[in-house]
């Protein structure tokens, strides 16, 4: 929905998945993917660093077009720093 601009939607959605699976390295990625795609980067930016820190692997994130903007962002910067030491 994220990608289509349905943004109430996807929040609901979501909210959803992280709430049912607050640990899985995919689901975070994926949220906080979503998440920049509808302009909350401050929900974008803890969500993948989580999933980094619980292994998903950070050449993914590299790869993701959708984040590009978000990889050049200083804080993001840090928090990747910081969950690839928790890795």
Known sequence: YAFVGQTDRSLALLRQATTLAPDDP??????????????????????????????????????????ASLRAYPSFQKALKSALNKH
């Open 26 to 67: 995919k689901v975070l990625f994926l949220a906080g993917e979503s998440y920049e795609l509808l302009h909350h980067r401050d929900k974008s930016i803890p969500l993948i660093a989580r999933s980094i820190a619980l292994g998903f692997r950070s050449d993914q994130l590299e790869r993701s077009p959708e984040l």
